[in-house]
């Protein structure tokens, strides 16, 4: 079972009294009243997975810059140090003209504008060994070499603008070295209070943070805010670390990865101009990572120690959301279709060859006129009263894939044209019984076959890029997602259609077969399933990028009938073991604070 910092990326603290303004998702004690009480969130502060960049590399912490949706990274260690520059626009990166001097561990200044209008300066290359003194301006094009800075150094932090930026600290003895660009010319000024390299900052030329740094591995805290003359130790990070990197602005910013002993670390913190609180971590440890952000809820991760080219999203508005009982099914089943929503839902098909039709009015299923084959691993899509099953197996215990077609009209079946590929362990996506999609499924072999349904016949287009039975699926018959399934093997992949081809897009977090979904091609959740050795109760959010984990089903299972959308979603039946009636119903939460039972 996962632990409550696994899960929020939050420890427990104690308290005297109620912190004054908790996090979203904070437990604490409170040790006056002797109970834990918990911050209920509406929303989620997690990393996602982005699409990588093209030339991954290391030692970059301090030479990025820029917003999530709009970032550069310069220089870098790939397997030597580069001149690689690449921009990223919130969807993916584009290597663009590189800098006059290799080098890495640069510091990089441009604040929020860096995707247009950057400085870099010092820096570090091998063979033989040299701290740069080269600063280069980035006009949105090209890079230009400018004064050069007084001390040349690596591993130093930097803040500011094209026309106005900040040098801290840095590898080269005393190590406290600050520099203030002016637009033409670099001026020593006060140095930090500790001195440090291995750091980051962040803020203004006038109004800047430094924090974290050497010595290594262990690392430091420290952090200290520049008034434009002088350097103020204010409070220090949670957790120790160097290498990490750093985003935001001087009131509003976040600490990520870096190394503390004995290894790399995954540990975010997030600043509101007083103090740092831990937050969702990322979902790869490293340092030497590459960072970028406007403030504390947003921001990107890029490249580090050991992951090449890895990129990763930092949002804290993703629904959390909580699964909670919800009425049962008449007849007990896995291997259902459903469509609909949460509040008008439809489950048909299933376990035993059933036909059984059952409609949902979000607290109870009512039974309506059967289908009329009964078939299990079915798939459909459409509302209620607008519905399209297709496929399926109509043997109890061994294979008989069915290429037969029913729509239901909110009373009754009637069969329409039947696939042009007979199979079941299929996925289907659709608005409505005139406009449907179905793809994957099986036996003999899995397939990749993709099939358009226009309200009178099914037409093949391009298949899958992965053959797979039992996937996922989600959207309308223009904008859908296939995710999961079994293949060669349990899978997570994610592939998206944009009406005439498939697109391979980012990976579920955990692979499994007998996956549900419901939502949209942009926004969705995937749940339950089938990993080995058994049924899964993972549930994840979709933004139509990349997955996040959020919160669990109460019971695992597998082969659940879907409905609803990011919202409000229905997860009806399914099978661990044994087939069940029980349904769960999605729905976020509100943030309030809840005292917590210790009993």
Not at 274 to 287: I, P, Y
Not at 467 to 488: K, Q, S, V
Not at 505 to 521: F, H, K
Request: hydrophobic share 35%.
């Amino acid at each position: 079972m996962s632990t409550y910092k696994q899960i929020r990326g939050l420890k427990v603290r104690d308290y005297t009294t109620n912190p004054d303004n908790p996090i979203e998702g904070q437990l604490w004690y409170n040790t006056t009243d002797n109970v834990a009480k918990y911050q209920i969130p509406n929303l989620l502060a997690s990393w996602r997975t982005g699409n990588a960049m093209n030339t991954g590399r290391d030692n970059m912490q301090c030479g990025s810059g820029g917003t999530q949706t709009a970032a550069i990274v310069a220089g870098g260690e790939y397997p030597s140090a580069t001149a690689n520059v690449e921009r990223y626009d919130g969807t993916s990166w584009t290597e663009v003209n590189n800098l006059n001097t290799a080098r890495m561990t640069p510091g990089i200044s441009g604040g929020a504008n860096a995707y247009t209008a950057a400085l870099i300066c010092g820096g570090f290359s091998h063979s033989p060994n040299i701290n740069h003194t080269q600063t280069e301006v980035w006009d949105g094009t090209n890079w230009t070499e400018v004064a050069d800075i007084n001390t040349g150094r690596s591993n130093g932090a930097a803040a500011g603008t094209s026309t106005a930026a900040l040098m801290m600290g840095g590898a080269i003895s005393p190590y406290g070295w600050v520099e203030l660009w002016n637009g033409s010319s670099w001026t020593e000024v006060a140095d930090l209070n500790s001195a440090r390299y291995a750091n980051a900052g962040t803020g203004e030329s006038t109004d800047a943070i430094c924090f974290t740094g050497s010595p290594e591995p262990a690392g430091v805290a420290l952090n200290e805010q520049w008034n434009g003359s002088t350097w103020t130790e204010i409070t220090d990070l949670n957790s120790a670390r160097c290498y990490g990197a750093g985003a935001g602005t001087q009131t509003s910013a976040l600490a990520f990865g870096g190394q503390k002993a004995p290894g790399d670390i995954a540990l975010t913190e997030s600043w509101n101009g007083s103090s740092w609180a831990e937050t969702g971590d990322l979902n790869n440890a490293r340092n030497t990572l590459g960072g970028a952000g406007a403030d504390n809820t947003s921001g990107l991760a890029m490249g580090g120690a050991g992951t090449s080219a890895l990129t990763e999203e930092f949002t804290s508005n993703v629904p959390v959301g909580a699964w909670s009982t919800g009425g049962s099914l008449n007849t007990a089943r896995g291997e259902a279709g459903g469509s609909g929503t949460q509040t008008a839902g439809l489950v048909f098909g299933g376990g035993g060859v059933t036909g059984a039709t059952e409609t949902y009015n979000g607290t109870s299923f009512t039974e309506v006129n059967d289908l009329n084959t009964g078939r299990r691993t079915i798939a459909g899509a459409g509302t209620q009263t607008s519905t399209i099953a297709f496929g399926g197996n109509t043997n109890p215990s061994g294979a008989s894939p069915s290429a037969v077609a029913e729509e239901f009209d909110g009373s009754s079946w009637t069969e329409v044209g039947d696939l042009n590929t007979a199979r079941f362990g299929l996925a289907g996506a659709g608005a409505s019984s005139e406009s449907a999609l179905a793809f994957g499924g099986g036996y003999p072999a899995v397939r990749a076959e993709t099939e358009l349904w226009n309200g009178s016949s099914w037409t093949e287009v391009s298949d899958l890029n992965t053959a797979r039975d039992y996937p996922g699926g989600m959207g309308i018959a223009t904008a859908a997602l296939a995710f999961g399934g079994e293949g060669t093997a349990h899978d997570a992949e994610t592939e998206s259609w944009n009406g005439s081809a498939w697109t391979e897009v980012n990976d579920l977090n955990t692979a499994r077969g007998g996956i549900s979904g419901a939502g949209e091609y942009t926004s969705g959740l995937a749940f339950g399933g089938e990993a080995p050795p058994g049924s899964v109760d993972n549930t994840e959010n979709w933004n139509g990028v990349s997955w996040v984990e959020v919160a669990d089903l109460s019971t695992a299972r597998r082969f659940i009938a879907p409905t609803g959308d990011l919202t409000a979603a229905l997860a009806a039946g399914g099978k661990n073991g044994s087939t069940t009636a029980s349904s769960e119903e999605w729905s976020n939460t509100s943030n309030t604070t809840k005292t917590v039972s210790t009993d």
